[in-house]
């Protein structure tokens, strides 16, 4: 009996069921590891921007909530809100950083962590 391979949730989680003889799941290991990941780049983040002096204290106030807020939305599904608000608050950093033109360290580590946290919401 040949397997049949089924794509089942969210396409940009990539889970997969295959049916045949024996049934197993395989959820893209990949997305989980990036996942895992996310929390030391929140960390990352977190950190530079309470250490940065350039940043004043309302600016710093509202990015470490976003941070926050992209926790959570780290935790959830994929779906489209979630997708909707993660692009949302990427777009928050950029205004931040453009607007803030002193922080360099924010700007050269949000640029290297960019890639990763479109990739995890899929965008």
Do not use: C
């Not at 990539?14 to 990036?34: A, F, P």
């Not at 895992?36 to 106030?61: A, H, P, S």
Request: aromatic share 6%; proline share 2%; net charge neutral.
């Amino acid at each position: 009996m040949g397997n049949k391979i089924y794509k089942v949730g969210n396409v940009s989680n990539n889970s997969i069921v295959v049916q045949g003889e024996d049934i197993s799941i395989n959820r893209n290991e990949q997305h989980e590891n990036t996942k895992k990941g996310f929390d030391e780049i929140l960390v990352d983040l977190k950190n530079v921007i309470e250490t940065d002096l350039n940043i004043k204290e309302y600016d710093k106030k509202e990015s470490l909530a976003k941070l926050k807020e992209l926790e959570e939305l780290n935790k959830r599904t994929n779906d489209e809100e979630s997708v909707n608000k993660a692009r949302g608050i990427i777009r928050w950093f950029k205004g931040l950083i453009q607007e803030i033109p002193n922080t360099i360290e924010l700007a050269d580590r949000f640029n290297k962590y960019l890639p990763q946290i479109q990739k995890l919401f899929g965008l």
